[in-house]
């Protein structure tokens, strides 16, 4: 069974940082598309960053390029959100999701696209 667990969401000031963790386990193979999307109340989940394993390939929204960075560690399993300048309009539940089927080249940021789902870190961000 597919697991994908994050971790390091919490609550910082404006201007701060945080780094995400999204650990995956139960898939013995490399993931086809791997992202970080997020989802604030009262709004549709929104895609955030995304990066097609192994390859490096990766596409940000408008909003949080220049500011947000993914990576990942495939010896560990995991993906990682660095996430500078962060801003109060940044505040939401951040989710981690995986593609075991589409490839995604230069990065995909439609919720379509995966199959494999985490339970979400909350961050919030304080003016």
């Known amino acids: 069974q597919v697991q994908l667990v994050e971790s390091g969401g919490g609550s910082v000031q404006a201007g701060g940082s945080l780094r995400l963790s999204c650990v995956a386990s139960?898939?013995?193979?490399?993931?086809?598309?791997m992202g970080w999307f997020r989802q604030a109340p009262g709004k549709e989940r929104e895609g955030v960053a995304s990066i097609y394993p192994g390859r490096g390939a990766t596409n940000y929204a408008d909003s949080v390029k220049g500011r947000f960075t993914i990576s990942e560690d495939n010896a560990k399993h995991t993906m990682y959100l660095q996430m500078n300048t962060l801003k109060p309009e940044d505040t939401a539940m951040y989710y981690c999701a995986a593609s075991g089927g589409f490839h995604c080249p230069t990065g995909n940021l439609a919720n379509k696209v995966y199959n494999y789902w985490g339970q979400g870190t909350q961050v919030t961000v304080s003016s």
């Open positions: 139960g898939y013995n193979y490399r993931f086809n598309c």
